[in-house]
């Protein structure tokens, strides 16, 4: 049978969204009355337009034209860029602005294949110091440089 | 004549060189923090605040009126270049100024944005000194059932916005409706979907969802196939807009001026829905809509001169009654107040040199702001040639530095992160990201004016229909929808649009 | 179990040596004041007006930080956990007395327990203020009018707990009026539908009625002060119209969590009291219908805050209008 089978995840996953914020919006949240609508009233309005949306598209897919491939998906820039920015937020709030900076960049750099060690150091050295002049000294964000604010 | 006396008053103050320089200052500050990501001109102005006590009253208006506006300059710029939209409203510049920089026509976008952003500037400023009183009874029309009309219709008019199915897009922002409800009710103060993180309480971190599905999702693009191409851009041809690119934006920016003005006035969203509007309007206009998404000049002219129109415009319920439309227009009530000026409408009779001082400032400053755009242009387009992987640990790291300086909340950097995989997946799986952010902003307002209508009119549905105003937008909403969901016209859509990349 | 207590302990122990070591040497470095609203308020104008005297009496950059959400709670709840060596403040006002009475289960500070009053600095003043279509002249016909609407009439609130919603619900419960509350996020906002007449009243900060009272697009029935107010000497007060209880001002005042030492508490105090009674700062204030305070001790405020809490709780109770 020919279907396109990105288009039923894409429709599941709105259904499970929509289970997601229905379930708990009706179990945990008042719904109220039309008058005074409480607060599940509205998403759990939304999440049942949501999870009718992702059932006709999973529906209209089946049958449909194949789905062409998802193509390569770059893991090691995915888990090294989301761990740059996770790595930022663990160290910011402690020791401050450059050990933040500095692993986020060094670890950013070598998402891309194409990164050489030095070019990396060389980047990170250079980031750091024109982030720190522009947002620092520039904006004067307060953010401290090293350690806790 | 009284409005010529007036101007002039205002030239007189706004030329004077303390003024000239501030604005000239704010507008530059403004540009600054509009290209960077995160740090937004609420930021900045609230930043700035304390330094303006010094000033006076005039100066120091100036100068966080020239942060605005400059911002809308600025966030454009990013946009266009790197597909990272500072501010909700430059998300829709992002759509075809993004792939107008791919095919290396990253100058005439830019171009065109600065253009068309002064045109309207300039347009919506005259309004402004002209009909700011009447204006101000058309803003005080709307009430919760004509906000709720004019959102949904919003909403429905933004699946426009997408070259692929109508339905998936509509999907998105439903499910960027229910992000934006995270967070405390304001009705009753309840907690909703914030499973015990007391950072939620105030909701997802706009600026964190915006740049996490735009740019961090574009990064792991953009790496999938590095081995194969070098992404970014191809050639660049050309600094400026060419002569046919002026002819075909000449039209959308025309619109997207009048359709920014006259939603500008209205507080929350006014601004954002119009760069929408003049997205949607455009794409139906246009002989070939097929092209809107893949490099429409008209894509870029009209929503950026919409944006700069109705930024310009929201100053008028503030100016006029004191109401701010916006965050960074409540700061700037809080200026005039530690000023000692009481805002509202007796400003304009008690304060005429402040009134008309910061409305010519607001012209000067957009010239101002064409004159420092246009020769940084050259310097912006040479930024793409920096090899991709060199540029995206920079735009790692100032996303994390403007996500975090917002409220130096570290869950916005999470937010971030889980953003960007999200966006990605999303897009993996064939979805757009625009109309998800624009149903996250307008969501919660939708909800909140819903709900205040059902109060008003003791839980009778009716009332969204028996409003005029509110009934005719409803029924537009509706034809709207009907056409979009049409069978036949979905059908011819999908053979039209279909496009992987 | 044994490591969290182990791990509260010794953060208690750091801390207490902390607050010690630095009450010698405070103010040492930058202090933060944070107000638990969106910027731009008339608490933040007022506080900035302040901390500019205090920061030079004390020799210290204060910056004001505003973290708005829930209500004022998520700010104040920020405060309630920063570390007590003088360097983190909160604005207190109303709201911070009064939802400990609209949450009792889920607030999770005491504005009592988890916080030591420094000193109040100022107060503001709120109005009785109507569409300027509505057919009324005074107070009395104003009651009038909504008892014969009959509970259509409905009532703009701006966060749950602020003066601006209690207060008008002490004033329907003493004149026995029937009215919805329209809620809204902070005071401008629901400006442009009073303006509009979509709602019948709101007790609004003297601040913003007063302009528009002025250019004729309101109508201000009462002052809710025991004396006029300077702008609009022909608005009678809540006592003159009959309502005394309805004296219900709004102060400005500052607290740090509770455990700061004394000795800085003190140095706060003395130099909020410096400053208040400057003629600058009186005139500073007054622009933006800010009344400076007299100069009171920390035991003072404490007591006023105690007195609020009691009086919101009243109100609140009488209302039924807890939330859990």
């Not at chain 2, 006076?56 to 009126?65: D, G, Q, R």
């Not at chain 2, 509110?470 to 859509?493: D, F, H, N, Y």
């Not at chain 3, 002490?170 to 009073?194: T, V």
């Not at chain 3, 622009?287 to 405020?301: G, H, M, R």
């Amino acid at each position: 049978m020919r279907a396109d089978f990105k288009d039923i995840v894409a429709g599941l996953l709105l259904l499970a969204a929509a289970l997601f914020f229905g379930l708990i919006g009706f179990s945990q949240l008042p719904l109220g009355t039309s008058f005074r609508m409480g607060p599940g009233y509205f998403p759990v309005l939304l999440s049942g337009l949501l999870g009718v949306m992702g059932l006709a598209i999973a529906g209209r897919a089946i049958g449909a034209g194949a789905a062409v491939s998802a193509g390569q998906i770059p893991w090691r820039g995915i888990v090294l860029t989301s761990g740059a920015t996770i790595g930022f937020a663990l160290l910011v709030p402690r020791y401050g602005l450059v050990p933040a900076l500095v692993v986020a960049i060094l670890l950013s750099a070598f998402a891309s294949r194409r990164m050489t060690p030095a070019l990396a150091l060389a980047l990170t050295a250079g980031l750091t110091a024109f982030c720190i002049l522009l947002f620092r000294y520039g904006l004067g964000v307060p953010i401290p440089l090293l350690g806790a604010p | 004549m009284e409005l010529t006396s007036h101007l002039l008053l205002g030239l007189q103050v706004a030329i004077s060189p303390t003024n000239l320089l501030f604005c000239f200052v704010g507008a530059l500050l403004g540009t600054l923090v509009g290209v960077l990501p995160g740090i937004g001109p609420a930021a900045t102005v609230a930043l700035l605040l304390p330094i303006t006590f010094t000033m006076s009253p005039e100066t120091s208006l100036i100068m966080l009126a020239g942060i605005y506006y400059g911002a809308q300059y600025g966030g454009s710029t990013t946009a266009i270049l790197i597909n990272l939209p500072g501010e909700a409203s430059s998300a829709v510049t992002a759509i075809d100024g993004y792939q107008m920089a791919r095919q290396g026509r990253a100058g005439a976008a830019l171009g065109i944005a600065a253009i068309g952003s002064f045109i309207a500037g300039s347009f919506a400023t005259l309004v402004i000194a002209w009909f700011a009183e009447p204006l101000t009874t058309v803003a005080l029309k709307f009430g919760p059932a004509e906000y709720f009309s004019l959102i949904l219709l919003g909403l429905v008019a933004s699946t426009a916005l997408a070259h692929g199915s109508v339905l998936k897009a509509l999907a998105m922002i439903v499910l960027g409706m229910l992000l934006g409800l995270v967070g405390t009710d304001v009705n009753s103060g309840q907690l909703r979907y914030t499973f015990g993180v007391g950072e939620l309480a105030d909701g997802l971190g706009i600026v964190a969802i915006a740049v996490g599905v735009f740019g961090i999702a574009e990064i792991f693009r953009n790496l999938e196939n590095e081995q194969e191409r070098e992404v970014g851009v191809k050639t660049v041809s050309g600094l400026m807009p060419s002569a046919a690119d002026l002819k075909a934006s000449a039209a959308p920016i025309a619109r997207g001026t009048a359709i920014g003005t006259i939603l500008g006035v209205l507080p929350g969203g006014g601004a954002l829905l119009a760069s929408f509007a003049s997205y949607a309007v455009e794409k139906k206009l246009a002989k070939d809509p097929s092209r809107f998404g893949k490099g429409a000049i008209e894509g870029v002219a009209g929503p950026e001169s919409a944006n700069n129109a109705g930024a310009q415009t929201s100053f008028i319920p503030m100016l006029t009654l004191g109401l701010p439309a916006n965050a960074v227009m409540a700061l700037m009530v809080g200026a005039m107040t530690i000023q000692g000026i009481a805002p509202g409408p007796s400003v304009i009779t008690d304060k005429p040199e402040l009134f008309w001082g910061l409305i010519a400032s607001m012209w000067l400053g957009n010239l101002m702001l064409v004159l420092l755009n246009l020769p940084l242009i050259g310097i912006w387009v040479r930024l793409l040639s920096v090899p991709y992987y060199i540029l995206f640990p920079g735009i790692i790291a100032f996303s994390a530095i403007g996500v975090y300086s917002v409220a130096s909340n570290v869950f916005d950097l999470y937010t971030l992160a889980a953003f960007g995989l999200i966006g990605y997946l999303l897009v993996k799986l064939g979805f757009e990201l625009t109309p998800l952010l624009l149903g996250f902003v307008l969501g919660p307002m939708m909800e909140t004016y819903l709900r205040r209508a059902m109060v008003l009119s003791r839980g009778d549905p009716s009332y969204l229909v028996t409003e005029p105003l509110s009934a005719a937008l409803l029924a537009a909403t509706a034809s709207l929808l009907c056409l979009l969901l049409l069978p036949s016209v979905t059908r011819k859509r999908s053979e039209v649009f279909v496009e992987e990349d | 179990m044994l490591k969290t207590i182990l791990a509260a302990t010794s953060g208690l122990a750091l801390a207490v040596i902390a607050a010690t070591a630095s009450a010698q040497s405070w103010p040492d470095r930058q202090i933060r004041m944070i107000i638990p609203f969106p910027p731009g308020g008339q608490q933040e104008v007022a506080s900035r007006i302040l901390v500019e005297k205090l920061s030079a009496e004390l020799g210290q950059p204060i910056i004001i930080e505003s973290r708005p959400g829930a209500d004022g709670n998520v700010g104040t709840e920020a405060v309630a956990k920063s570390t007590p060596d003088g360097n983190t403040w909160l604005g207190s006002s109303v709201p911070f007395t009064t939802q400990v009475a609209l949450h009792p289960k889920s607030l999770r500070y005491s504005p009592t327990k988890d916080f030591a009053p420094v000193a109040t600095f100022g107060t503001t003043t709120f109005m009785f203020t109507v569409p300027a279509e509505l057919p009324v002249k005074d107070l009395k016909e104003f009651i009038a009018y909504i008892k014969a609407q009959k509970g259509k009439a409905s009532y703009a609130g701006s966060g749950r707990g602020s003066v601006v919603h209690l207060a008008t619900e002490k004033f329907k419960q003493s004149a026995g009026l029937e009215m919805e509350m329209i809620p809204y996020a902070g005071q401008p906002p629901a400006i442009s539908d009073l303006l509009a007449g979509r709602v019948q009243f709101m007790a609004l900060g003297s601040v913003f009625a007063a302009p528009l009272v002025k250019a004729g697009k309101l109508k201000a029935l009462a002052v809710m002060d025991t004396k006029r107010n300077a702008e609009l000497p022909d608005v009678p007060t809540v006592v003159e119209a009959g309502y005394p209880d309805l004296a219900l001002k709004s102060f400005f005042g500052i607290h740090v969590p509770k455990g700061t030492p004394e000795a800085v508490i003190q140095r706060i105090n003395a130099a909020v009291n410096k400053a208040i009674v400057m003629p600058e700062i009186a005139e500073r204030f007054a622009k933006s219908n800010v009344d400076a305070a007299e100069p009171n001790t920390p035991q003072q405020y404490g007591a006023l805050i105690e007195q609020q809490v009691a009086l919101w709780a009243g109100i609140v109770k009488a209302a039924g209008i807890e939330t859990d």
